[in-house]
């Protein structure tokens, strides 16, 4: 647990309370008034309930949306059904730019909604809660859905036999069951949309700002630190409040159902009811996801000769030091670094909280590793420019810095895939192996990898893919002479000329292709695995 506790306390903990202690201070003195002037600013009131009003609308649409998709990939087996799961989970993998990306080109200016008939959702708050359902979608689908899988049926039927509608036997009978995975789906959609930057970014324009895009601002363009640490203490209590909710509902989930092998529990369609309800959530994503992707690939062909595709092997725009395309390796050398320093943190602390005598200090850790995704990203970014610039820790100049910041994002979903499989190994084979004179390590490599490569596998996947698209804290750290595929996204959206957009969506294309790519290689993974089973946790 040290080296995962040390890396937390140097990389994350370090930069976010120096930048803070900045903010707060002037002259070497402290200000603990600068708090209640920032609050009792009108404007920052605003985003505040601007942000937390379009959390709960997206949540419930979310909700609405997805819950139907989570039943049927949950309890229906249809040819294709992998293959729509795989296809859900690309828009979580994709970076928040891309996502924007795509429903700019759908709703935008000279979007196909704009094409077809003039009309234009960018302006308005609807672009930027359809863009969180696209990107959340998979977040209900995969917690519900993989519940919901390893429910047992018979209960059902039993309450059925009884004489209960089949309303009334899902009423009292499933939902209760599915109610604490419901609302921990609820909590992280909440979670996402409430530190949302790069959506909001793109499509929110000046008029809609969440507390991330305002801290951005404070930062980057005001250059008011003072304002930027007291919002950042306000997202900080109540990221800190929603990962001690969804701890607390996780727990329960764990200790109050009994589950079944999710591989019996799927039957085909039958009747009109499931047919119908098949088609429509076919449709909805569709609409939803595949529609925004399409049109995200359409935009970076709509010229000839692929000629915004050959423009990013030039640099005469002078929007870089570099040609974009440089991005696309740049990108993917930081991510792959960015992954092994994820895959070795995250498996340790991993391996720290499977432990059964594991103390309450060390489970209590298992929370703290969740706010990295909670936490400002454009905080975490900037720490790092003021707090790691005096020896040994002076590395601004050096290229680690990116990796480090991806990797903090990274370590969450390792810990997340690998901690339900390091604790479903039996504690027998260890002390079976120890007792024939097996060292730790033996022990190790003898009996816990071969259980857990394949997870292992999967945890470095989706490390990769998210750190491949982290761009909150890239967007401060990365060189002008090696920008990463987000940063190069959003510094082309940010000029005008129709050569700069269609560069744009040449580069958002590629990073959705290496996403999607990455996805179906997990897919086809955890398909040899568990055959055609979600997660036992229905995690990620």
């Given amino acids: 647990m040290a080296v995962p506790a040390a890396f937390f306390a140097v990389?994350?903990?370090?930069?976010?309370?120096?930048?803070?202690?900045?903010?707060?201070?002037?002259?070497?003195?402290?200000?603990?008034?600068?708090?209640?002037?920032?609050?009792?600013?009108?404007?920052?009131?605003?985003?505040?309930?601007?942000?937390?009003?379009?959390?709960?609308a997206s949540t419930a649409l979310t909700?609405?949306?997805?819950?139907?998709?989570?039943?049927?990939?949950?309890?229906?087996?249809?040819?294709?059904?992998?293959?729509?799961?795989?296809?859900?989970?690309?828009?979580?993998?994709?970076?928040?730019?891309?996502?924007?990306?795509?429903?700019?080109?759908?709703?935008?200016?000279?979007?196909?909604?704009?094409?077809?008939?003039?009309?234009?959702?960018?302006?308005?708050?609807?672009?930027?809660?359809?863009?969180?359902?696209?990107?959340?979608?998979?977040?209900?689908?995969?917690?519900?859905?993989?519940?919901?899988?390893?429910?047992?049926?018979?209960?059902?039927?039993?309450?059925?036999?009884?004489?209960?509608?089949?309303?009334?036997?899902?009423?009292?009978?499933?939902?209760?069951?599915?109610?604490?995975?419901?609302?921990?789906?609820?909590?992280?959609?909440?979670?996402?949309?409430?530190?949302?930057?790069?959506?909001?970014?793109?499509?929110?324009?000046?008029?809609?700002?969440?507390?991330?895009?305002?801290?951005?601002r404070q930062t980057s363009e005001i250059f008011d630190l003072s304002t930027a640490a007291v919002l950042t203490l306000v997202q900080f209590a109540a990221v800190a409040a929603i990962l001690a909710v969804h701890a607390r509902t996780v727990r329960r989930r764990e200790r109050a159902l009994r589950l079944v092998d999710a591989s019996r529990t799927a039957r085909r369609p039958r009747g009109a009811t499931q047919w119908a309800l098949l088609t429509g959530v076919l449709?909805?994503?569709?609409?939803?996801?595949?529609?925004?992707?399409?049109?995200?690939?359409?935009?970076?062909?709509?010229?000839?000769?692929?000629?915004?595709?050959?423009?990013?092997?030039?640099?005469?725009?002078?929007?870089?030091?570099?040609?974009?395309?440089?991005?696309?390796?740049?990108?993917?050398?930081?991510a792959l670094a960015a992954t092994a320093i994820a895959v070795a943190i995250g498996g340790l602390a991993a391996g720290a909280l499977a432990r059964r005598d594991a103390g309450r200090l060390v489970r209590g850790f298992d929370a703290l590793l969740m706010l990295p995704l909670g936490v400002s990203a454009v905080t975490v970014g900037f720490g790092f420019l003021i707090a790691l610039d005096t020896p040994p820790l002076d590395l601004r100049a050096s290229w680690i810095l990116v990796p480090l910041a991806q990797a903090l994002v990274g370590v969450p979903f390792v810990v997340r895939t690998m901690l339900p499989v390091l604790r479903a190994v039996d504690t027998r084979l260890r002390e079976a192996a120890a007792v024939l004179g097996a060292s730790p390590w033996r022990v190790w490599r003898a009996v816990d990898l071969p259980l857990v490569r394949r997870a292992l596998l999967i945890a470095a996947g989706f490390a990769f893919a998210v750190s491949l698209g982290e761009f909150g804290a890239t967007?401060?750290?990365?060189?002008?002479?090696?920008?990463?595929l987000p940063v190069a996204v959003t510094r082309l959206l940010g000029r005008p000329g129709d050569l700069n957009y269609g560069q744009a969506m040449a580069l958002s294309t590629i990073l959705m292709l290496v996403c999607a790519a990455t996805l179906l290689l997990l897919e086809g993974l955890r398909g040899r695995t568990t055959g055609d089973r979600t997660d036992p946790t229905g995690e990620f």
């Fill in 11 to 56: 990389f994350f903990a370090y930069p976010v309370a120096a930048i803070v202690a900045r903010g707060l201070k002037a002259d070497g003195h402290w200000r603990p008034g600068r708090i209640a002037d920032v609050l009792g600013d009108g404007g920052v009131r605003h985003v505040l309930w601007f942000t937390t009003w379009q959390a709960l």
């Fill in 63 to 216: 909700l609405l949306v997805a819950l139907p998709g989570a039943y049927v990939l949950a309890r229906l087996d249809f040819p294709g059904r992998r293959l729509l799961r795989a296809v859900v989970t690309v828009p979580f993998v994709l970076p928040t730019v891309v996502a924007g990306s795509a429903w700019l080109a759908l709703v935008g200016r000279g979007g196909l909604l704009d094409t077809l008939w003039g009309v234009r959702l960018d302006t308005t708050v609807w672009a930027i809660l359809l863009a969180h359902v696209f990107f959340n979608y998979a977040v209900v689908v995969r917690t519900v859905g993989g519940l919901w899988a390893q429910l047992d049926p018979r209960q059902e039927e039993a309450a059925r036999m009884l004489g209960a509608s089949r309303l009334t036997a899902w009423r009292t009978v499933t939902l209760p069951a599915l109610a604490p995975a419901v609302a921990a789906a609820a909590l992280m959609v909440f979670l996402f949309t409430f530190t949302s930057f790069g959506v909001v970014q793109i499509l929110g324009g000046p008029r809609f700002a969440t507390l991330e895009v305002e801290i951005y």
């Fill in 283 to 334: 449709l909805s994503v569709a609409v939803l996801v595949l529609l925004p992707l399409a049109v995200l690939v359409q935009r970076s062909l709509d010229a000839p000769g692929l000629r915004y595709y050959r423009a990013l092997s030039s640099d005469d725009g002078n929007i870089f030091l570099v040609a974009p395309i440089t991005a696309i390796g740049t990108s993917l050398e930081y």
């Fill in 475 to 484: 967007v401060f750290i990365a060189r002008p002479d090696r920008p990463t």
